[in-house]
């Protein structure tokens, strides 16, 4: 039996090190990118959160706020294989997965199937546009975000490691689209909304785009040590009292399971979050704190990472679009009523350790 006190032990040497290896690689890559790409800092801190976790990520914006740019950019400067893929309603399965084609041996003269990978088989996948596509197309995705494999001819293939897919989709223009149900936004760990530049960034925005010159990243991480990186945020430490106030966050939303619901959720919400919404969130917590220089994670990490990780898995009913009620509202709500149990003495001592 494990001991209760285990987690008042101050963190090692080696993960503290680790730590402050992460972090330093986090700004050597955020100085990179933004050589590219002009502000988005918070999208960035996302994207490579839910990234270092192995997650997948939906990016919401309208068209023109560098979405594609970020996601090739970042895939440079991790030296990561990048592939796009525009979704349109006559893209089919094979069109991403890959076909088999008849190869002739001319020196024997016989013929044999031969698999021509498609763009899936890559580390960062763009899937751009994807509710433009059928169910059918949507459905293969799926498979690879889930499986990480794709099957072709009943045989199934594994994806490179780490593989990632960040879709787009327009919040505007809903006609001729095919809305992700929410078995599918449930397997993104992010969703990340793309809002406008300010006014400095956009003026830099300008500047860059209409002078004769374009700065390239450097490469700073490999693909190995992006696993390693996500191996380490596994490795993070929670308390349980921490571990509890993710799940009981995660938990307000669900108003059918009892009368002690916050009435903002009673009127507002339809249907609450899985029981994925809370393994999430603690995983981005974990990576959260990495990034932040910390050994453990605390409740501030939890409630940083609450509207990626929740707002698309959340309902709101008619009610709320009548009262303009949004689902980042309701989790805001919830924030300020549900608040994290006092720590416990016995831990603090070894949990308030982190890196400057």
Not at 135 to 162: C, D, N, W, Y
Not at 234 to 239: D, M
Not at 346 to 354: A, H, M, Q, V
Request: overall charge negative; aromatic content about 4%.
């Amino acid at each position: 039996m494990q001991d209760p006190s285990a987690e008042s032990t101050p963190a090692s040497g080696n993960a503290i090190e680790a730590v402050a290896r992460v972090r330093r690689t986090y700004e050597q890559l955020r100085t990179e990118i933004h050589r590219t790409v002009v502000g988005q800092d918070d999208v960035l801190e996302q994207v490579l959160i839910a990234m270092f976790c192995g997650g997948h990520v939906l990016l919401e914006g309208v068209p023109g706020l560098a979405k594609t740019l970020l996601v090739s950019t970042i895939a440079r400067a991790m030296s990561l294989q990048f592939a796009r893929i525009q979704f349109t309603p006559d893209l089919m399965p094979s069109d991403m997965t890959g076909t088999e084609v008849i190869e002739e041996n001319k020196s024997t003269g016989t013929r044999q199937l031969r698999f021509v990978r498609g763009p899936l088989f890559a580390n960062i996948v763009l899937a751009d546009e994807i509710n433009r596509t059928p169910p059918k197309t949507q459905a293969a995705l799926l498979e690879a975000m889930q499986e990480r494999q794709v099957t072709s001819g009943g045989v199934a293939m594994a994806l490179p490691s780490p593989f990632f897919v960040l879709a787009t989709q327009n919040p505007i223009e809903q006609e001729g689209t095919y809305p992700l149900p929410e078995a599918q936004l449930d397997r993104f760990m992010f969703n990340v909304r793309i809002g406008y530049p300010t006014e400095a960034d956009e003026l830099e925005i300008v500047r860059r785009t209409t002078s004769g010159t374009a700065a390239e990243s450097e490469v700073v991480l490999s693909a190995i040590e992006c696993l390693e990186i996500q191996s380490l945020v596994r490795s993070i430490p929670i308390a349980d009292h921490v571990a509890r106030y993710a799940i009981r966050i995660v938990r307000a939303t669900r108003v059918r399971e009892g009368d002690d619901a916050l009435e903002i959720c009673r009127n507002y919400l339809a249907w609450g979050a899985g029981p994925r919404a809370s393994q999430f969130l603690v995983l981005a917590a974990k990576a959260k704190a990495i990034l932040a220089g910390a050994t453990h994670v605390t409740p501030e990490h939890i409630e940083a990472i609450v509207l990626p990780v929740m707002r698309h898995r959340i309902v709101v009913n008619f009610n709320a679009e009548a009262d303009g009620v949004k689902a980042d509202d309701v989790l805001r709500a919830i924030l300020t009523h549900v608040r994290p149990d006092g720590a416990d003495p016995r831990t603090s001592r070894g949990l308030d350790l982190s890196v400057r």
